[in-house]
């Protein structure tokens, strides 16, 4: 009995002194990566486009058809770029289209009128070109006043300029020739010569198109100016309070579409050696649509450079495939209506969709 009260009672083991086991996060697999990229539902539209159009237009199927989508896609997707990076930045430009032609008409009627060389005549519409970007972000930031009435405003100063300034100072809607002006030849060269790879011709806007597409994607993706334009876009008020210049950035932005406009402009001057004064009117809601067709959303703070590209490539492909299907041109504008309306349902529902799955 006394042996058994003098036993010491067992000492409980020791509790373990590392905490118990985080439940796991589950990691978004594969598929809800790829559905979270904004230019995943444009690449699928582009192969479903283009597999339609290879099955139902023989002319389609060569080389020299591509080379040409390729051409009319660039000539979309050069402004596309900038006006993408402005709505992923919550902005828009509806002064785009009319801004290219007035560059291209300033670079005409300065080097034409007061003799100068055409290098000058397209340095000082360049110029030109980023003022009037900046003049846009500069009256979008200190005014409040949204994006789409300023530049809707410079839309129509734009287009009555051009063709006011054109007949007052030419007689004519259009300019005159610029071919034999000095610096004619080595400016083509560079805004609108052709090469030809394995017996294709290809324009160099294509590959300019390309490079200002890298160039996009990379600032957007790998730069801390990629992360202020979503940011800017996302909530510009929270943005700021982290210290992000907004105003700064916005204002970069409409003049980095100013500055591809002039590009654009440039290349339509040196390639057909005279302007009309009337043109470019409607050509802004191209380069809305295939920023919007290529997952961009228009309220901002989502989107990328390359679908952008695949919007317009889509633009191209359309364009071309309906004449080469022999159909009535005139239903490729119902096509862009159609696809603009579904590729908002599509974006919105995509990246719902992704959201959900990442939660």
Same mark, same amino acid.
């Given at each position: 009995m006394s042996q058994s009260l003098s036993k010491t009672p067992a000492t409980p083991p020791p509790a373990s002194s590392s905490p118990a086991p985080a439940p796991a996060r589950s990691t978004p697999s594969m598929g809800t990566r790829l559905l979270a990229r904004p230019e995943i539902g444009a690449l699928i539209a582009a192969i479903v486009i283009y597999i339609f159009f290879f099955a139902v237009a023989p002319a389609f199927r060569s080389a020299e058809a591509f080379s040409t989508i390729l051409y009319a896609s660039s000539l979309i997707g050069i402004v596309a770029v900038g006006v993408g990076l402005l709505m992923i930045g919550g902005e828009f430009?509806? +002064?785009? !289209? #009319? *801004?290219? #032609?007035? $560059? *291209?008409?300033? *670079?005409? &009627?300065? +080097? $034409?009128? @007061?003799?100068?060389? &055409? /290098? %000058?005549? *397209?340095f000082l519409a360049m110029i030109l070109a980023l003022f009037i970007g900046f003049i846009n972000g500069f009256l979008v930031v200190r005014t409040g006043i949204p994006s789409f009435l300023i530049t809707l405003g410079t839309f129509f100063i734009l287009q009555g300029a051009n063709l006011g300034i054109t007949k007052l100072v030419t007689g004519a809607v259009s300019t005159q020739n610029v071919s034999d002006i000095q610096g004619f030849e080595s400016a083509k060269g560079l805004f609108a010569s052709t090469f030809t790879i394995g017996g294709v011709s290809v324009k160099i806007t294509v590959v300019w198109w390309i490079l200002f597409v890298l160039l996009a994607t990379w600032i957007l993706n790998r730069t801390r100016t990629g992360n202020w334009v979503f940011a800017v876009g996302g909530n510009a008020a929270s943005a700021r309070a982290v210290g992000v210049p907004v105003n700064k950035v916005k204002i970069g932005l409409f003049m980095g579409v100013g500055f591809l406009a002039w590009f654009s402009g440039m290349h339509q001057l040196f390639a057909f050696n005279t302007i009309q004064a009337g043109g470019g009117v409607g050509q802004e809601f191209l380069f809305i649509i295939a920023a919007v067709v290529g997952g961009t959303l228009l309220t901002g703070g989502y989107g990328s450079a390359v679908g952008t590209a695949l919007g317009a490539? =889509? @633009? !191209? &492909?359309?364009?071309?495939? =309906? %004449? $080469?299907? !022999? /159909?009535?041109?005139? /239903?490729?504008?119902?096509?862009? !209506?159609? &696809?603009?309306l579904l590729a908002v349902a599509v974006n919105l529902s995509v990246k719902k969709y992704a959201t959900t799955r990442k939660a």
């Open positions: 430009d509806l +002064s785009a !289209g #009319v *801004a290219v #032609v007035t $560059y *291209a008409l300033t *670079a005409a &009627m300065l +080097s $034409y009128q @007061f003799n100068l060389n &055409m /290098w %000058v005549g *397209a490539f =889509i @633009f !191209g &492909m359309t364009q071309q495939g =309906i %004449v $080469y299907a !022999g /159909w009535d041109p005139n /239903w490729f504008k119902a096509f862009l !209506g159609v &696809m603009l």
